[in-house]
């Protein structure tokens, strides 16, 4: 019950003023508005007929400012709409209705989305800006059911090229859909992608914003902050789904090394992920929820978590041993290229290869007691190249990668680059190391850490003449001169 009293007289007197006005301004008329010839004294600014008006209001506003605080009723700071809470960043921008003449999408099948939430799926069209990159905007538009109204949307995915309609979603539980669609964010090779939410706003189709930066709501490779280094970064591998009408992305707890020369990232076959479902909330904004467990193997779905599940180890539990030596020759094993190796006789040795590209290459091995592996690492190669591995039989530090020059004119070693040394024995700081190639034709080396556990790393060609190593997890051994004795730690 509110307890403010009236000051006796205030209704009238605010009615008299009000009449007053209203009939001050009923006098004004054009020739009232043109200018003063100069010829006529100019009157006080005073008896200026919108100087009376100005004054009348002021006056008005005054009265109202002393019957307010007598009366002790809410001033009108109080009951304003206050500021939107949300920052600029989380404030949606209004689609401007551009791209009615752009390209019909025919490569893209229509959506049917439940837009107004009357019951009947509209049919979503899209349109595509022409641009000669093939970077333009998209506009999506629809006929609402509900209204016979056109609502449409313009959205920015960075490409037209690749474009597809994810499917449609009820972010607010408010019985009309959104919609989502997503597009290549990079140029050149695919290693992100992000969708875009569009929610029915007054006729609009306004791009709902996530929550902060909106990392969370990427697909493909995303990489850490500050992670980079001359050859590699690290990246969390991510996706994105609808599932039961939900928006659910993933992203992998741990991360992962990806090599700045050809983008490719060291992931594991089992892939540990935090899973977030997506909803809007009373804001307009898109966010996540509590994050759950799930693992991914491959061509698998994603799967609750459970007591024992882990991602793989790096696959560092296997060696090559076999090799040949001076006067030996092999076919290597090198997935099928067709190349064959021998090691003949002189001071230093000579490196003999045959195969595609290769009649008789020679090269000069500068390792002693030189031994050829009959494996080759095949990932050090250079467009499916020979690629051999030597070391040394009386020197375990002494190795040495061989590979055909990018042209196919000659051989070459590889020069080891970055903070890991290649061979086996104690680095500067006093850890341990030691490198081989297993028996998938992968070349690691192990590095000694704290508590047992050894660093991994496998190397990886960065140049037309380097190659260094990007970290690849931890594992801990039994004993580390057999690989195969490698286990979680």
Do not use: K
Request: aromatic residues 6%.
């Amino acid at each position: 019950m509110s307890t403010t009293q009236e000051t006796p007289g205030t209704a009238e007197m605010e009615a008299r003023l009000r009449a007053a006005l209203g009939a001050r301004a009923e006098l004004v008329r054009p020739e009232d508005l043109a200018p003063i010839a100069p010829v006529v004294p100019l009157r006080p600014r005073w008896q200026s007929p919108w100087a009376l008006l100005a004054t009348a209001a002021v006056v008005l506003l005054v009265l109202g400012a002393v019957f307010q605080g007598v009366t002790g009723g809410p001033r009108s700071d109080e009951i304003a709409p206050q500021p939107d809470p949300r920052t600029l960043e989380q404030t949606p921008e209004l689609p401007a209705d551009v791209g009615r003449d752009w390209t019909l999408d025919d490569s893209t099948e229509p959506a049917r989305v439940d837009l107004d939430g009357d019951g009947t799926r509209e049919r979503v069209e899209l349109l595509t800006e022409p641009t000669s990159d093939d970077d333009g905007r998209i506009r999506l538009q629809a006929t609402l059911s509900s209204t016979g109204d056109q609502a449409y949307g313009v959205v920015e995915l960075g490409t037209t090229g690749v474009v597809g309609i994810q499917g449609a979603i009820d972010a607010d539980g408010d019985g009309d859909q959104e919609l989502v669609v997503f597009a290549n964010t990079l140029e050149g090779p695919v290693t992100s992608f992000a969708p875009a939410v569009l929610d029915l706003r007054d006729g609009l189709l306004v791009q709902v914003v996530p929550e902060g930066d909106g990392s969370l709501l990427v697909g493909g490779y995303v990489a850490v902050p500050g992670s980079e280094t001359p050859y590699y970064d690290l990246v969390h591998t991510q996706s994105f789904y609808i599932e039961d009408g939900t928006l659910v992305s993933t992203r992998s707890v741990d991360t992962y090394a990806r090599s700045l020369s050809t983008m490719q990232a060291l992931v594991p076959e089992t892939v540990v992920s935090d899973r977030y479902e997506w909803s809007l909330d009373d804001d307009g904004v898109l966010r996540p929820g509590e994050p759950t467990c799930v693992y991914r193997e491959p061509e698998g779905q994603a799967m609750p978590c459970t007591s024992d599940t882990r991602a793989d180890l790096p696959y560092v539990t296997s060696e090559s041993t076999d090799t040949i030596g001076v006067g030996e020759q092999v076919a290597l094993e090198d997935g099928g290229l067709g190349y064959s190796a021998r090691l003949e006789d002189g001071d230093p040795p000579t490196l003999v290869v045959d195969g595609p590209g290769a009649d008789g290459d020679v090269f000069a091995v500068d390792v002693p007691d030189p031994r050829i592996h009959t494996t080759s690492p095949t990932d050090l190669g250079s467009d499916q190249g020979a690629s051999l591995l030597v070391t040394s039989a009386s020197d375990p530090d002494a190795m040495q990668v061989v590979v055909q020059a990018p042209d196919r004119a000659g051989l070459m070693a590889l020069d080891p680059v970055g903070d890991v040394t290649l061979g086996t024995g104690t680095s500067a700081d006093g850890r341990a190391y030691r490198s081989w190639l297993t028996g998938g034709g992968l070349l690691v080396t192990v590095v000694e850490a704290e508590d047992g556990a050894w660093e991994a790393w496998r190397w990886t060609r960065v140049g037309d003449q380097e190659m260094a190593a990007l970290p690849w997890g931890e594992i801990c051994f039994d004993d580390v001169q057999d690989p195969a004795t490698g286990r979680a730690c």
